[in-house]
């Protein structure tokens, strides 16, 4: 369990590997067109008298200036100090940029508009808007950041989420094929004993039984008309070996047509009522077993007679495996979207199963 519980962490690490350069790459093409844009609408937005050249040096100075603070911000200031919980440190090295930044920018613009008194003037007047501003700017950033890893975040941990339970389902849906397969290999070495006629009917029951199993039983959900096919293959196996011991009745109600269910959910539950409940204690019982199918809503309920007096251990030992790994396939695939009733009375046993297909 161990093994198929790491497989998703390995699964996504390695498709984080596989996609980082992809992602890098889109990341960074994605970043310059956005300044590209933005530059574009500050020109457009503060064309003034001193003309498209100096407006466009200009404006391409400031957003020069915005990349590169928020470069370092995003590069070496959050990782290396921000994410290791050292705010403080982080804030005084935030600030210590913008103060080393901004004058350096005030400079080259004043440089660029040396015949324009007014335009310098202008820019050493409003240092204190310059300065605040590269700070918001670095600040937005942050901000960014923190919100952009919490959706990364957020969406990785869905994903392992997914592949966690897709694991899981593998895992119980493994333990369901075997367990009954032992089963019926059992029954059919007991009427090759006895040199049944019978023999030939179970080997070939059992073939088209194990063909659903091995090769349509792969995907999480399955066509609900051939899981009750495989139903019907299951109780005339039985109805071969226990001969005329046992009542068998299915009654299946409502239209089947391309509802889907997970695969084997029923087993657990036939093959309780035929071991546990009608056992060698009890020559003549019976199992009653009714589907009815209303539109995406599916009741399944199975009734079985059984003696007062029960094997204790063998009933606990095998019959709660079944229905304990039932109940978890339930929870992962149908949380919320099943109700599930078992009663145990002194002579009865039955289960009472509704979901939303």
Not at 8 to 35: C, D, G, N, Q, T
Not at 194 to 222: F, H, T
Request: include cysteine.
């Amino acid at each position: 369990m161990g093994v198929a519980m790491d497989e998703p962490m390995r699964s996504l690490a390695l498709k984080k590997l596989e996609h980082s350069s992809v992602w890098s790459y889109r990341k960074w093409i994605a970043h310059a067109l956005f300044w590209v844009f933005l530059l574009a609408i500050l020109i457009v937005s503060d064309f003034q008298e001193a003309g498209w050249p100096r407006i466009l040096y200009n404006k391409f100075t400031d957003v020069a200036f915005y990349a590169l603070l928020i470069y370092v911000n995003l590069l070496y200031l959050i990782p290396n100090y921000l994410t290791k919980k050292k705010f403080w440190i982080y804030v005084g090295l935030l600030l210590l940029a913008v103060v080393i930044l901004t004058p350096i920018k005030i400079a080259i613009q004043v440089m660029l508009f040396s015949d324009a008194p007014s335009f310098q003037i202008y820019f050493i007047k409003n240092q204190s808007y310059y300065f605040l501003s590269m700070f918001l700017i670095g600040g937005s950033s942050t901000l960014y950041s923190i919100i952009s890893d919490w959706f990364i975040h957020q969406s990785e941990k869905m994903e392992l989420q997914t592949q966690t339970m897709q694991s899981e389902l593998n895992f119980l849906r493994s333990q369901v094929n075997p367990h009954f397969l032992f089963n019926t290999l059992n029954n059919l070495y007991a009427l090759t004993l006895k040199k049944s006629d019978d023999a030939p009917q179970i080997v070939l029951k059992l073939s088209e039984m194990m063909r659903y199993m091995l090769y349509e039983c792969n995907e999480r959900k399955v066509p609900l008309s051939k899981e009750i096919a495989y139903l019907k293959n299951y109780l005339d196996l039985e109805r071969l070996r226990q001969h005329d011991m046992i009542n068998i009745n299915f009654n299946i109600r409502g239209e089947i047509r391309d509802q889907k269910i997970a695969p084997l959910l029923f087993i657990p539950f036939l093959e309780n009522s035929f071991k546990h409940g009608l056992n060698n204690q009890l020559h003549h019982g019976y199992v009653d077993i009714d589907i009815n199918v209303e539109e995406e809503r599916l009741q399944f309920h199975i009734v079985n007679s059984k003696a007062p007096s029960q094997p204790k251990q063998n009933h606990r030992r095998s019959g709660g495996i079944g229905l304990v790994n039932v109940q978890r396939r339930l929870n992962l695939i149908y949380p919320d979207q099943y109700q599930l009733k078992i009663q145990n009375q002194p002579n009865t046993y039955s289960v009472n199963l509704e979901l939303t297909l």
